[in-house]
Each structure stands twice: as C-alpha cells, then as structure tokens.
T-cell receptor
C-alpha cells in the first residue's frame, strides 16, 4: 500500500550508540519531516525537507542529522544517543505543502538506556 | 519558535456528549489543521482551515478558524467510543513561504476518553 514507511518500529539503544531511523514514501511527495512525540509536549519538529537536496532545522534539531538524496527517502541519524532522545519518532510527507496536511508513518519507538 | 497552546489537556466524557477543544497562539496563523491520533498510529488529518472566520464540518466534527487568526476550535457532537484518541491542532504562521512551509507547528494535544 502507498504511504509512509518507517523502520524499525521499536529500538533500544545504549547511551552513546548511533543509529539511523529510516523513512520512505512512494507518493512522490516533495515535503518530508521528522517529529518527535513526548507525553504532554505534542509533536515537535526535528528537521524537514522541501525537496531532494534541501533540508532545514526545526524546533529541536540538536543531536540529529538528516539528508535527502532522493525524493523517496529521508533518514534521521542519531549521532550519539542520549536518554533525553527516548521518544516516539514520526516521519511525515506532503505532496504540495504541509498546509494541505501531512501523511504520517506509524512511528518508531526509541528507548535509550 | 511558534507555540500553540491547546486545551483542555484531557477530557473524560460520556458517550453522546458534545466535546469542545481549542488552540491559541501568540502569533497570527494563516492555516489551521486538526489531526486525530489513535494508539500506535501516526496522526491523521481531520479538518483544514485557510480563512479567518471559516467554519468547516467533517461528519460530526466542526472546526473554526478564529477571526483574530490566533485561535481555532474543534467541536465533536454526539461522541461515540471510537472518538477516543489524541486530538492535535497544527498551524502555519502568517508569512510562511518558501521553505518555511515545512515548519508545521503542533499543539500539545487533547486526550479524549469516551465512556460507553
């Protein structure tokens, strides 16, 4: 089915480890974003991209890197995991503009111990 | 950055009751969106609003874009158990253009529980 695919669904990391959260969409969407969701804080924007080769920082970018080499993929890299990065991460995409609504993936639940 | 204040944080209601929640901002927004998130899933778009004063319905859901451009409201009529979830407002500020279109900001969410 068409949509936004995130892998893995669950991950446990040790402090200091690095990893990449994968996000892929097959809808030819230009806009893609990464959000983290924490209890009582809603969804906070980490990084976003308005097209291949273009990325920008969101509200909480520290400790995360992104790149957008293709329209389909937008991986999120954790450079050196910290317990404060324990969260649920959502990738989202939009064809024209987020003003017309994002399509979200089902999330990656990350625990850093 | 932009901040959206959503209230109430949680609601516990009986099936059949009406529900109201709202979202406010200190800045002017030109787009308001309302999403619903069910357990284990990502948010799903319910309603989009683009003009001050606009009132839009989607079944039992009705949302309004405040005339000040700094607030929005979501009402759910005759609630049913499947309305359970977290409801989020989201918005784009006035003047968003170019790459700023990517900066969709979300409220903290309203957790809705419906008792049968």
């Amino acid at each position: 089915n068409a949509g936004v695919t995130q892998t893995p669904k669950f991950q446990v990391l040790k402090t200091g480890q690095s990893m990449t959260l994968q996000c892929a969409q097959d809808m030819n969407h230009e806009y893609m974003s990464w959000y983290r969701q924490d209890p009582g804080m809603g969804l906070r924007l980490i990084h976003y991209s308005v097209g291949a080769g273009i990325t920008d920082q969101g509200e909480v970018p520290n400790g995360y890197n992104v790149s957008r080499s293709t329209t389909e993929d937008f991986p999120l890299r954790l450079l050196s995991a910290a317990p404060s990065q324990t969260s649920v991460y959502f990738c989202a995409s939009s064809r024209v503009s987020p003003a017309y609504g994002y399509t979200f993936g089902s999330g990656t639940r990350l625990t850093v111990v | 950055g932009q901040q959206l204040n959503q209230s109430p944080q949680s609601m516990f209601i009986q099936e059949g009751e009406d529900v109201s929640m709202n979202c406010t901002s200190s800045s002017i927004f030109n787009t308001w969106l309302w999403y619903k998130q069910e357990p284990g899933e990502g948010p799903v778009l319910l309603i989009a609003l683009y003009k001050a004063g606009e009132l839009t319905s989607n079944g039992r859901l009705t949302a309004q874009f405040g005339i000040t451009r700094k607030d929005s409201f979501l009402n759910i009529s005759a609630s049913i158990p499947s309305d359970v979830g977290i409801y989020f407002c989201a918005g784009l500020p006035l003047g968003a253009g170019g790459t700023s279109y990517g900066k969709l900001t979300f409220g903290q969410g309203t957790i809705l529980t419906v008792h049968p």
